[in-house]
Each structure stands twice: as C-alpha cells, then as structure tokens.
C-alpha cells in the first residue's frame, strides 16, 4: 500500500472474481486494514488468549473429529471443489485446530491474536503485512503462470499454483495459496510490522452475525496495541 493511500481505499480496492463466487456462491471475505500499531512480540494479553483458544480447541475435539466440526467440513468441500486435497493440504482453520490440541504456535502478538481469534471462533483467518502490499487485495482463480514466494527446504523458494487454484494476491504475486492455506513470505507478519491487513473468510453455516462477532473482537485486541491505531472495514459478498 501506497504513503498516499489510505486504509479505506486498500479495502475499496479489493475484489473477489466472479469465478469464485460461482465456485462457492455463499463465500464472503470481511477485511480488515490496521495502522499505527505498536509493533512487539508475544505478550501477556496474547499469551491469555491463546491459551483460551487451546482450551475452546480441546473442548469442540471432545465432542467430535475436526473434520466434522460444520465450518471445517465446508473448506473441506471447498477446497475439493478447485481440485485440491484437503486430506493433502488443510485449511487454515482445520490446521490451527489440529495443533491446539497440543500447544498453538507463539509467533509474535499480531500473528497470536488473529490465531486465537481463528480457533475461538472457528473461522479461518489471516494477517498480512499491509506496508508491503503492492495495491489492492484480490481473490481469483490462477492461470498457474503468478507467482509465490515462499520457503522451501529452509531456502528461499518461487512457486507458481495450480490452474484453478484460488488464491489471494497483489499486483506483485500471490499472497496467500488454496484460499487460506500458506501465507507468502513477501507479506508475513514480524515483530516490527506496524501496519496489517487480516482476512476472515465464511462459508455456510458461519453466519454474518457470527462472523461479524469474530470481527469484532479481532478489533478489539488490535486497538490495545497501541493509543494511535486505526481500523477501516469492508464485507464481500456474491452480488
């Protein structure tokens, strides 16, 4: 994101193809710009809520397997729906959910927060550095010729997805592969990222309430990073 731009114009930007929609016609993407965040590692506060994350986590894997849970089971089909096995590569969520029954990652406050989120509200979700986007979000179907950057093998690694693969990206690359499945290196978060953009993305049953709720709270614990953050919003929807 450009010096000039501000957080509502990255967000008015975005777009979701039509392709898309008519994969999963129910599909929608709440995104959330942030600045003037106070940039830290992990703290007490993120500490807490995952920890609160991993007892929700064991609780809901008491009552049935991960790939029954309702909104797991729908990225499921989603993902089979472009050809890709979720057996083979789990949504966001699934996996978030799969290691909390042994200990979520600590990675460092902005990246714990929307991890604790994810699994208290069973949505997948993800956070990006905004300051090293190169113009506005967009959700398509891949030719197969973009390009991810990533790491493999411990080196540094480009990648291209699959045709049809569905994938966030900028102006630059792919951002993010299989819907909200790896996060490029490009745009991670770090402990010094100061300026952030966080996607939450509903299938049915999650309702609009529920993933408003999710929102909600996400903003909440971003506020208390700092006396100067600020927050711009934006739901899409199929038309």
């Known amino acids: 994101m450009s010096k000039t731009q501000t957080l509502q114009e990255f967000l008015d930007g975005a777009t979701v193809e039509a392709e898309v929609f008519a994969l999963r016609p129910d599909y929608r993407a709440l995104l959330i710009a942030v600045d003037g965040i106070e940039a830290g590692e992990s703290d007490a506060a993120s500490e807490a809520l995952l920890a609160a994350a991993e007892t929700s986590a064991r609780t809901a894997l008491q009552q049935q397997p991960v790939e029954d849970i309702a909104h797991v089971a ?40 929307y991890n604790g989120i994810s ?28 390009e991810f950057d990533t790491t493999a093998g411990g080196q540094d690694s480009v990648e291209t997805p699959d045709v049809g693969e569905v994938v966030w990206g900028d102006a630059q690359g792919v951002t993010c592969r299989r819907w909200n499945w790896r996060q490029g290196k490009r745009t991670q978060l770090t402990d010094s990222t100061t300026s952030a953009f966080f996607i939450l993305d509903a299938l049915e049953p ?7 709720t999710a929102a909600a709270e996400l903003v909440s614990h971003l506020k208390q990073l700092g006396p100067d953050v600020v927050v711009a919003q934006r739901l899409i929807s199929a038309p």
């Open 119 to 146: 699994v208290l509200h069973q949505v997948p979700l993800g956070g990006e550095n905004l300051q090293r986007y190169i113009g506005s979000p967009r959700l398509i179907r891949a030719t197969g010729s973009e």
């Open 74 to 113: 729908a990225w499921r089909e989603a993902y089979r729906a472009f050809g890709s096995k979720p057996q083979r590569t789990r949504n966001s969520l699934e996996a978030l959910l799969r290691r909390a029954k042994s200990g979520l990652p600590r990675v460092n406050r902005l990246t714990d927060i």
């Open 206 to 212: 999650l309702d609009d309430a529920a993933l408003t």
